[in-house]
């Protein structure tokens, strides 16, 4: 029992040190504006202490707030399916299902998911010339649909047909000394990592809490940017209105036209500007959050560590080994046929190795016997059936990046913000994973100015289905 005590004191000790952080955390992000991330903060806080009412209150306060910007949201996934801007009507109804329980909108996400990669999805005209090289495509390869032999009539059709040869085996014998160490007996020694936990507790939390300073700073800046560019484009559409009511070759004319160009201008700069803020604030965002993982992990060591410790003492024995290794290869043909009636062929060098061992000493040095065991030209002709599987997964994978890569070029060019977004978002379900970096960063800055901070949409997931 007196051993017990002091355990449960310390328990209780770290419990209100996690809960203070996390609400403090929480009352942060409400003060940002940022609700969904306060919400998870206090519900995280609740799960230290379940009983605290202080935390009920500031919980049921940040979940009314995050409702306010779903209602949102939701208007928004209506407005975009009327558009006919399905991708991002399933991408909002998928935001929707993940914070409300509601039937309509998973059946929603779902059906717009499906109807979106029945109509612009990736399509695969597969054949192999050998069995062998036949397989059940699994999860990875979902989001592609293999049809049956037709005539290429669209740019997201493909015809890929694979074939294996040239096969060699060879193998290859080596001798050399090898060394085991084994346990010989403990020592108990006082463990210093418990105290090295506790500093490095101390120093993350400093670190924690100067980066949410940062952050906050950053997210002021951004919204003022914000604001800044919404401004400057007004400015730049009234221009255009007036110099479309203005008479042509007029002296009033010529100067509104300097003026939209100059607006233009700082349209542009002003972008640059606000690309540059988005990008320090997602790395600032991201790196308090890795940072509070850490001081949690941290936390959950020092729980698990003893303030004394066993130390393994070690003791070395040398023995002789004789290596045999096997190696099996081949070269994967592959002929792509796209809509165009254009083709092409490449050769894939495709190796596999194999390697076993027979030790001389096992019993001198208490080890479990270990007989040298070689692969059949069979087997190893099997592992390369099997590299060649997931090297045609690849290159059907690298197909369906080239096509991505495709719709979103012409994505790039389109005037209109809201058409540019959708296709975007098309390019993002087409693929198991999802979007690039680089467009999933303009996606996430449309919605931000759209939306808000109230709440996040993690692009990738959502578009999954996830």
């Known amino acids: 029992m007196r051993l017990l005590l002091p355990l449960f004191i310390s328990f209780l000790i770290l ?40 935390t009920l209150v500031k919980l049921k306060q940040a979940q009314n707030l995050f409702n306010i910007w779903l209602d949102k949201v939701e208007s928004s996934a209506i407005q975009a399916e009327e558009s006919h801007h399905f991708a991002k009507a399933q991408l909002l109804y998928a935001k929707l299902a993940k914070h409300r329980n509601i039937q309509s909108y998973q059946q929603k996400q779902r059906d717009l998911r499906q109807n979106s990669l029945k109509h612009h999805g990736f399509k695969v005209q597969l054949s192999t010339r050998q069995p062998q090289l036949e397989q059940k495509f699994g999860q990875q390869l979902d989001h592609i649909a293999f049809i049956k032999d037709k005539k290429l009539s669209a740019n997201n059709e493909i015809a890929m047909a694979f074939n294996l040869s040239k096969m060699n085996f060879s193998k290859q014998e080596t001798s ?25 507790i101390i120093i993350q939390r400093e670190a924690v809490k100067s980066l949410r300073v940062d952050v ?13 560019l ?3 484009e007004k400015d730049r559409q009234i221009a255009l209105l007036t110099q479309d009511k203005t008479k042509t070759n007029s002296a009033e004319f010529y100067q509104l036209q300097t003026e939209v160009n100059d607006l233009t201008l700082s349209i542009s700069q002003q972008q640059n500007i606000n690309k540059q803020t988005d990008r320090k604030l997602a790395k600032g965002n991201k790196k308090v959050e890795k940072y509070e993982q850490q001081l949690d992990y941290l936390f959950q060591l020092l ?19 004789k290596t045999v290794q096997q190696l099996a290869t081949a070269q ?17 060098q495709l190796q596999v190795e194999y390697s076993d061992k027979s030790h001389k000493a096992h019993a001198q040095i208490a080890l479990k016997k270990n007989t040298l065991q070689l692969k059949s030209q069979a087997q190893l002709s099997e592992m390369l059936y099997r590299k060649s599987r997931e090297k045609i997964t690849t290159l059907i994978l690298n197909e369906l990046d080239k096509y991505q890569q ?22 993002g379900l087409i693929s198991k994973q999802g979007l690039p970096s680089r467009t999933k960063q303009k996606v996430e800055q449309q919605l931000r100015a759209e939306f808000g901070q109230g709440g996040y949409i993690k692009v990738n997931e959502l578009l999954d289905g996830q």
């Not at 729980?303 to 040398?318: D, F, G, I, R, S």
């Open 230 to 232: 919404l401004l400057l």
């Open 406 to 427: 495709s719709i979103i070029a012409q994505a790039n060019n389109v005037a209109d913000i809201s058409s540019q977004l959708d296709q975007w978002l098309i390019a």
């Open 176 to 200: 050399n000394l090898e060394s085991k160490d084994y346990i010989s007996h403990y020592q108990t020694i006082a463990n210093p990592e418990y105290q090295h936990l506790q500093d490095d």
């Open 332 to 348: 994967l043909e592959m002929v792509i046929n796209d809509n165009l009636n254009s083709t092409y062929q490449r050769q894939h």
């Open 15 to 54: 419990s209100g040190c996690a809960h203070k952080r996390l609400l403090n955390a929480g009352d942060d992000f409400i003060a940002q504006g940022q609700y969904q991330r306060a919400l998870e903060k206090y519900q995280r806080a609740l799960a230290e202490q379940p009983n605290n009412k202080n």
């Open 216 to 228: 906050s700073g950053l997210q002021q800046l951004n919204n003022s940017q914000v604001n800044q």
């Open 303 to 321: 729980q698990k560590t003893p303030e004394l410790a066993e130390e393994a003492v070690y003791a070395k024995y040398q023995y002789p080994v």
